[in-house]
């Protein structure tokens, strides 16, 4: 059975901001092997979201080193769906979250990145 675009476009973007189970609906939606075709894209969806906050906050980046931020921020977006169309809108809160990590926590000055 396939699916009307509209109804794979609301599967797809439910699963990239909550992180539900789209492998049912793809296998109806799209040859195999759509688990693979699935994983790349959703990965690289976060990937992108990490990639642009490490952009957007330089300063951050580099006080605490690409490897230490990497983290930080895939563990934000892991935890924070983006609901916004704008990177800057869905980073807007990144201190107040990272505010709960101890690494964040240790380093005070990290608070005048954002």
């Known amino acids: 059975m396939r699916l009307a675009l509209a109804d794979l476009q609301r599967a797809v ?5 909550d992180g539900g189970s789209l492998r049912e609906r793809l296998r109806a939606a799209v040859r195999e092997p759509a688990d693979l075709r699935w ?4 990965d690289a969806y976060r990937i992108r979201l990490v990639e642009g906050l490490k952009e957007a906050y330089p ?5 605490l080193g690409d490897d230490t931020a990497s ?3 895939h563990d934000f977006v892991a935890a924070t769906p983006s609901t916004h169309r704008s ?6 809160d990144l201190a107040t979250r990272l505010a709960g990590d ?3 926590r240790k380093r005070p000055a ?4 954002f």
């Open 102 to 104: 101890a690494a964040f």
């Open 13 to 17: 973007q439910g699963h990239l901001l």
């Open 71 to 73: 983290t930080l921020l």
């Open 87 to 92: 990177l800057r809108d869905y980073g807007a």
């Open 39 to 42: 994983r790349l894209y959703s």
């Open 110 to 113: 990290l608070r005048r990145c």
């Open 59 to 63: 300063a951050f980046v580099n006080r």
